[in-house]
Protein backbone atom coordinates (compact mmCIF):
# COMPACT_ATOMS: atom_id res chain seq x y z
CA UNK A 1 0.00 0.00 0.00
CA UNK A 2 1.31 3.69 -0.78
CA UNK A 3 1.44 6.36 1.43
CA UNK A 4 -1.01 8.42 -0.11
CA UNK A 5 -3.68 4.98 0.36
CA UNK A 6 -2.13 4.98 3.72
CA UNK A 7 -3.24 8.42 4.39
CA UNK A 8 -6.48 8.57 2.81
CA UNK A 9 -7.60 5.54 4.85
CA UNK A 10 -6.32 6.60 8.12
CA UNK A 11 -7.90 10.09 7.13
CA UNK A 12 -10.72 8.74 6.42
CA UNK A 13 -10.67 6.74 9.84
CA UNK A 14 -10.39 9.84 11.74
CA UNK A 15 -13.12 11.23 9.81
CA UNK A 16 -15.64 8.48 11.51
CA UNK A 17 -13.88 8.98 15.25
CA UNK A 18 -14.72 12.95 14.89
CA UNK A 19 -18.35 12.21 14.00
CA UNK A 20 -18.42 9.82 16.68
CA UNK A 21 -17.23 12.36 19.06
CA UNK A 22 -19.41 15.09 17.48
CA UNK A 23 -22.48 12.47 17.98
CA UNK A 24 -21.83 11.26 21.38
CA UNK A 25 -21.48 15.09 22.40
CA UNK A 26 -24.54 15.95 21.36
CA UNK A 27 -26.60 13.02 22.72
CA UNK A 28 -24.85 13.68 26.27
CA UNK A 29 -25.75 17.79 25.50
CA UNK A 30 -29.52 16.79 25.48
CA UNK A 31 -29.83 14.12 28.32
CA UNK A 32 -27.89 16.15 31.07
CA UNK A 33 -30.31 18.14 33.15
CA UNK A 34 -31.03 21.51 32.82
CA UNK A 35 -31.93 24.48 30.18
CA UNK A 36 -28.46 25.65 27.80
CA UNK A 37 -30.81 28.59 27.15
CA UNK A 38 -31.40 29.02 31.25
CA UNK A 39 -27.32 28.22 31.87
CA UNK A 40 -26.71 31.09 29.11
CA UNK A 41 -29.15 33.58 30.77
CA UNK A 42 -28.74 32.71 34.41
CA UNK A 43 -31.48 31.32 37.23
CA UNK A 44 -33.14 34.78 36.94
CA UNK A 45 -33.90 35.07 33.69
CA UNK A 46 -37.49 35.77 32.54
CA UNK A 47 -39.02 32.87 30.57
CA UNK A 48 -39.78 35.58 27.42
CA UNK A 49 -36.27 35.85 27.30
CA UNK A 50 -35.67 31.88 27.51
CA UNK A 51 -37.57 31.73 24.96
CA UNK A 52 -36.19 34.18 22.79
CA UNK A 53 -32.63 32.65 23.10
CA UNK A 54 -33.77 28.98 22.26
CA UNK A 55 -35.40 30.34 18.91
CA UNK A 56 -31.71 32.31 19.01
CA UNK A 57 -29.97 28.83 18.79
CA UNK A 58 -32.73 26.49 17.38
CA UNK A 59 -33.07 24.52 20.53
CA UNK A 60 -36.68 24.33 19.21
CA UNK A 61 -35.60 22.46 16.54
CA UNK A 62 -36.28 18.78 15.78
CA UNK A 63 -33.11 17.17 17.03
CA UNK A 64 -31.66 15.59 13.74
CA UNK A 65 -32.32 19.17 12.24
CA UNK A 66 -29.63 20.52 15.47
CA UNK A 67 -27.21 17.63 15.15
CA UNK A 68 -26.47 18.46 11.43
CA UNK A 69 -26.35 22.25 12.35
CA UNK A 70 -24.12 21.29 15.26
CA UNK A 71 -21.58 19.47 12.86
CA UNK A 72 -21.90 22.01 10.46
CA UNK A 73 -20.90 24.71 12.77
CA UNK A 74 -18.55 22.71 13.99
CA UNK A 75 -16.72 21.69 11.34
CA UNK A 76 -16.73 25.58 10.22
CA UNK A 77 -14.65 26.66 13.43
CA UNK A 78 -18.01 28.03 15.34
CA UNK A 79 -17.56 25.89 18.62
CA UNK A 80 -20.68 27.85 20.20
CA UNK A 81 -20.83 30.43 22.94
CA UNK A 82 -19.33 30.11 26.81
CA UNK A 83 -22.18 30.31 29.54
CA UNK A 84 -19.54 32.06 32.19
CA UNK A 85 -17.68 33.94 29.84
CA UNK A 86 -20.44 35.29 27.49
CA UNK A 87 -18.07 34.95 24.66
CA UNK A 88 -17.62 32.65 21.29
CA UNK A 89 -15.33 30.00 22.25
CA UNK A 90 -13.18 30.53 19.53
CA UNK A 91 -12.54 33.30 20.64
CA UNK A 92 -11.38 31.64 24.60
CA UNK A 93 -9.28 28.95 23.13
CA UNK A 94 -7.41 31.32 20.68
CA UNK A 95 -5.49 32.66 24.22
CA UNK A 96 -5.52 29.26 25.95
CA UNK A 97 -4.95 26.68 23.69
CA UNK A 98 -1.46 28.07 22.95
CA UNK A 99 -0.68 28.59 26.10
CA UNK A 100 -0.98 24.81 26.85
CA UNK A 101 0.18 23.57 23.99
CA UNK A 102 3.62 25.56 24.72
CA UNK A 103 3.89 24.18 27.58
CA UNK A 104 2.68 20.49 26.43
CA UNK A 105 5.72 20.69 24.04
CA UNK A 106 8.29 22.00 25.97
CA UNK A 107 7.93 19.30 28.35
CA UNK A 108 7.76 16.69 25.46
CA UNK A 109 10.80 18.17 24.67
CA UNK A 110 12.44 17.38 27.57
CA UNK A 111 11.03 14.41 27.79
CA UNK A 112 12.86 12.58 24.35
CA UNK A 113 16.31 14.79 25.04
CA UNK A 114 16.09 13.39 28.64
CA UNK A 115 14.36 10.17 28.93
CA UNK A 116 15.55 8.58 25.73
CA UNK A 117 19.19 9.03 26.13
CA UNK A 118 18.73 8.04 30.32
CA UNK A 119 17.07 5.25 28.73
CA UNK A 120 19.83 3.75 26.44
CA UNK A 121 22.76 4.42 28.93
CA UNK A 122 20.47 2.63 31.62
CA UNK A 123 20.18 -0.48 29.21
CA UNK A 124 23.81 -0.09 28.24
CA UNK A 125 24.84 -0.51 31.83
CA UNK A 126 22.12 -3.05 32.85
CA UNK A 127 22.41 -4.48 36.37
CA UNK A 128 24.68 -1.83 37.54
CA UNK A 129 24.87 0.97 39.61
CA UNK A 130 23.79 3.85 37.43
CA UNK A 131 20.81 1.07 36.43
CA UNK A 132 19.95 0.80 39.34
CA UNK A 133 19.87 4.09 40.16
CA UNK A 134 18.23 4.99 37.29
CA UNK A 135 15.12 2.69 37.84
CA UNK A 136 14.94 4.11 41.15
CA UNK A 137 14.35 7.33 39.76
CA UNK A 138 12.09 6.50 37.51
CA UNK A 139 10.16 4.78 39.65
CA UNK A 140 9.54 7.68 42.02
CA UNK A 141 8.85 9.64 39.08
CA UNK A 142 5.77 7.97 37.82
CA UNK A 143 4.90 7.71 41.43
CA UNK A 144 4.61 11.28 42.43
CA UNK A 145 1.51 13.20 42.50
CA UNK A 146 2.47 15.96 39.87
CA UNK A 147 0.99 18.74 42.93
CA UNK A 148 3.28 17.44 45.08
CA UNK A 149 6.07 18.28 42.66
CA UNK A 150 4.83 21.42 41.81
CA UNK A 151 4.41 22.81 45.49
CA UNK A 152 7.59 21.23 46.19
CA UNK A 153 9.48 22.94 43.62
CA UNK A 154 7.89 26.53 44.12
CA UNK A 155 9.00 26.04 47.91
CA UNK A 156 12.63 25.53 46.43
CA UNK A 157 13.36 27.71 43.49
CA UNK A 158 10.62 30.28 44.71
CA UNK A 159 10.34 30.70 48.51
CA UNK A 160 13.99 29.34 49.27
CA UNK A 161 16.86 30.53 46.38
CA UNK A 162 14.47 32.96 44.52
CA UNK A 163 15.59 31.35 41.06
CA UNK A 164 12.71 31.04 39.19
CA UNK A 165 8.86 33.10 39.19
CA UNK A 166 6.24 31.62 41.41
CA UNK A 167 3.62 31.29 38.28
CA UNK A 168 2.37 33.13 35.33
CA UNK A 169 3.68 33.30 31.83
CA UNK A 170 5.55 36.52 32.08
CA UNK A 171 6.33 38.62 34.19
CA UNK A 172 4.21 42.52 34.73
CA UNK A 173 7.29 44.27 34.42
CA UNK A 174 7.64 42.85 31.08
CA UNK A 175 4.35 43.76 29.58
CA UNK A 176 4.58 47.05 30.55
CA UNK A 177 8.12 47.97 29.52
CA UNK A 178 9.07 44.91 26.85
CA UNK A 179 5.50 44.12 25.35
CA UNK A 180 5.68 42.32 22.05
CA UNK A 181 3.26 41.29 19.01
CA UNK A 182 2.00 37.98 19.75
CA UNK A 183 1.49 36.33 16.00
CA UNK A 184 1.39 32.52 17.30
CA UNK A 185 0.38 32.31 20.96
CA UNK A 186 3.56 31.10 22.05
CA UNK A 187 5.75 33.26 23.76
CA UNK A 188 8.93 31.87 23.50
CA UNK A 189 8.51 32.08 19.40
CA UNK A 190 6.79 35.39 19.64
CA UNK A 191 9.75 36.96 21.47
CA UNK A 192 12.19 35.64 19.16
CA UNK A 193 10.30 36.56 15.87
CA UNK A 194 10.24 40.22 17.66
CA UNK A 195 13.76 40.01 18.99
CA UNK A 196 12.75 40.87 22.11
CA UNK A 197 15.10 38.69 23.52
CA UNK A 198 14.48 40.41 27.70
CA UNK A 199 11.09 39.07 27.08
CA UNK A 200 11.79 35.66 25.41
CA UNK A 201 14.04 35.28 28.98
CA UNK A 202 11.58 35.62 31.19
CA UNK A 203 9.00 33.65 28.95
CA UNK A 204 11.71 30.72 29.65
CA UNK A 205 12.16 31.35 33.29
CA UNK A 206 8.25 30.81 34.01
CA UNK A 207 8.19 28.11 31.87
CA UNK A 208 10.76 26.06 33.48
CA UNK A 209 8.77 24.60 36.58
CA UNK A 210 5.50 24.06 35.06
CA UNK A 211 7.26 22.20 32.51
CA UNK A 212 9.27 19.86 34.58
CA UNK A 213 6.64 18.91 36.68
CA UNK A 214 4.04 18.18 33.59
CA UNK A 215 8.00 16.16 31.99
CA UNK A 216 8.61 14.05 35.18
CA UNK A 217 6.12 11.53 34.04
CA UNK A 218 6.95 10.96 30.54
CA UNK A 219 10.58 11.33 31.10
CA UNK A 220 10.29 8.46 33.83
CA UNK A 221 7.81 6.47 31.39
CA UNK A 222 10.46 6.80 28.26
CA UNK A 223 13.51 5.56 30.19
CA UNK A 224 11.68 2.28 30.93
CA UNK A 225 10.35 2.22 27.80
CA UNK A 226 13.32 2.54 26.15
CA UNK A 227 15.84 0.57 28.39
CA UNK A 228 12.95 -2.17 27.94
CA UNK A 229 13.35 -2.22 23.92
CA UNK A 230 17.27 -1.72 24.00
CA UNK A 231 17.61 -4.57 26.41
CA UNK A 232 15.62 -6.52 23.98
CA UNK A 233 17.12 -5.12 20.34
CA UNK A 234 20.73 -5.52 22.51
CA UNK A 235 20.45 -9.47 22.45
CA UNK A 236 20.15 -9.50 18.50
CA UNK A 237 22.59 -11.28 16.96
CA UNK A 238 23.23 -8.23 14.60
CA UNK A 239 23.88 -6.32 18.04
CA UNK A 240 27.13 -9.27 18.45
CA UNK A 241 28.19 -8.95 14.83
CA UNK A 242 28.52 -5.06 14.84
CA UNK A 243 30.36 -5.28 18.06
CA UNK A 244 32.75 -8.21 16.62
CA UNK A 245 33.06 -5.98 13.11
CA UNK A 246 34.71 -3.23 15.63
CA UNK A 247 31.76 -0.53 16.02
CA UNK A 248 32.21 1.34 19.32
CA UNK A 249 29.22 1.17 21.76
CA UNK A 250 28.16 4.71 20.93
CA UNK A 251 27.00 3.80 17.17
CA UNK A 252 25.72 0.63 18.05
CA UNK A 253 23.69 2.21 20.80
CA UNK A 254 22.53 5.38 19.42
CA UNK A 255 22.84 4.19 15.32
CA UNK A 256 21.90 0.73 15.08
CA UNK A 257 20.02 -0.46 18.41
CA UNK A 258 18.10 3.06 19.07
CA UNK A 259 16.36 3.42 15.61
CA UNK A 260 14.58 -0.49 16.31
CA UNK A 261 14.10 0.49 20.35
CA UNK A 262 12.47 3.53 20.03
CA UNK A 263 9.43 2.90 17.88
CA UNK A 264 6.99 1.50 21.15
CA UNK A 265 8.81 5.01 22.90
CA UNK A 266 7.14 7.31 20.67
CA UNK A 267 4.50 5.57 20.64
CA UNK A 268 3.70 5.76 24.35
CA UNK A 269 5.09 9.73 24.17
CA UNK A 270 2.65 10.36 21.59
CA UNK A 271 -0.29 9.11 23.75
CA UNK A 272 1.19 11.01 26.69
CA UNK A 273 1.72 14.20 25.04
CA UNK A 274 -2.34 14.59 24.02
CA UNK A 275 -3.62 13.73 27.19
CA UNK A 276 -1.00 16.15 28.54
CA UNK A 277 -3.47 18.90 27.45
CA UNK A 278 -6.40 17.77 30.13
CA UNK A 279 -3.91 16.34 32.10
CA UNK A 280 -1.99 19.75 33.53
CA UNK A 281 -5.19 21.00 35.29
CA UNK A 282 -2.98 20.69 38.50
CA UNK A 283 -0.21 21.92 37.07
CA UNK A 284 -1.84 24.90 35.38
CA UNK A 285 -3.54 25.91 38.47
CA UNK A 286 -1.09 26.04 40.90
CA UNK A 287 1.16 28.02 38.74
CA UNK A 288 -1.26 30.55 37.52
CA UNK A 289 -0.75 29.62 34.29
CA UNK A 290 -3.38 30.34 31.72
CA UNK A 291 -4.49 28.05 29.51
CA UNK A 292 -7.09 24.78 28.57
CA UNK A 293 -6.48 23.11 32.32
CA UNK A 294 -8.10 26.24 34.14
CA UNK A 295 -9.91 27.02 31.37
CA UNK A 296 -11.43 23.44 31.37
CA UNK A 297 -12.07 23.35 35.65
CA UNK A 298 -13.85 27.38 35.41
CA UNK A 299 -16.33 25.14 32.63
CA UNK A 300 -16.88 22.52 34.93
CA UNK A 301 -17.14 24.76 38.18
CA UNK A 302 -19.60 26.89 36.15
CA UNK A 303 -21.71 24.03 34.37
CA UNK A 304 -20.62 25.57 31.07
CA UNK A 305 -21.20 21.89 29.16
CA UNK A 306 -20.35 23.67 25.87
CA UNK A 307 -16.94 24.37 26.67
CA UNK A 308 -16.34 20.76 27.95
CA UNK A 309 -17.61 19.35 24.68
CA UNK A 310 -15.22 22.06 22.50
CA UNK A 311 -12.23 21.12 24.87
CA UNK A 312 -13.18 17.34 24.29
CA UNK A 313 -13.66 18.21 20.20
CA UNK A 314 -9.98 20.07 20.36
CA UNK A 315 -8.28 16.74 22.48
CA UNK A 316 -9.83 14.42 20.07
CA UNK A 317 -8.31 16.38 16.97
CA UNK A 318 -5.10 16.26 18.78
CA UNK A 319 -5.25 12.49 19.09
CA UNK A 320 -6.06 11.96 15.35
CA UNK A 321 -3.21 14.05 14.60
CA UNK A 322 -0.84 13.21 17.17
CA UNK A 323 -1.41 9.06 15.70
CA UNK A 324 -0.97 9.65 11.85
CA UNK A 325 2.21 11.26 12.95
CA UNK A 326 3.59 8.89 15.13
CA UNK A 327 2.22 6.12 12.70
CA UNK A 328 4.41 7.85 9.49
CA UNK A 329 7.48 7.81 12.16
CA UNK A 330 7.09 4.42 12.95
CA UNK A 331 7.09 3.26 9.34
CA UNK A 332 9.96 5.56 8.43
CA UNK A 333 12.02 4.23 10.92
CA UNK A 334 11.10 0.48 10.96
CA UNK A 335 10.76 -1.17 7.48
CA UNK A 336 9.21 -4.04 9.19
CA UNK A 337 5.90 -2.22 9.71
CA UNK A 338 3.75 -2.04 6.56
CA UNK A 339 1.71 1.02 5.72
CA UNK A 340 -1.33 -0.66 6.07
CA UNK A 341 -0.19 -1.23 9.38
CA UNK A 342 1.24 -4.53 11.47
CA UNK A 343 4.03 -6.20 11.16
CA UNK A 344 5.10 -8.70 8.58
CA UNK A 345 6.44 -12.28 9.55
Known amino acids: MSRIEYLARRAALAVFVLLGVLLLTFIVSRVIPGDPARLYLGSRARAEAIQQVREEFGLNDPLPQQFLRYVGSTLSGDLGYSFRTKRPIVEDLRTRLPATMELVLVSTVLAVTIGVPLGVLSASQAGKAFDQFSRIITI ?5 PSFWLALLLQ ?3 FMTLDWLPLGGRLS ?3 LLTDPFTQVTGFF ?3 AALAGNWEAWRDALWHIIMPAAV ?6 SLSVRMTRASMLEVLSETYITAARASGLSEIEILFKLALKNAI ?5 VLGLVFAFSITGAVLVEI ?4 PGMGSYMLNAILSDDVY ?3 AVTLIVTIVYIIVNLLVDFVQAALDPRIRMGGGSEA
Open 263 to 267: VPTLT
Open 286 to 289: IFSW
Open 214 to 219: LATYPI
Open 307 to 309: VLF
Open 155 to 157: LLF
Open 188 to 190: LID
Open 140 to 144: AGVSI
Open 172 to 174: RDI
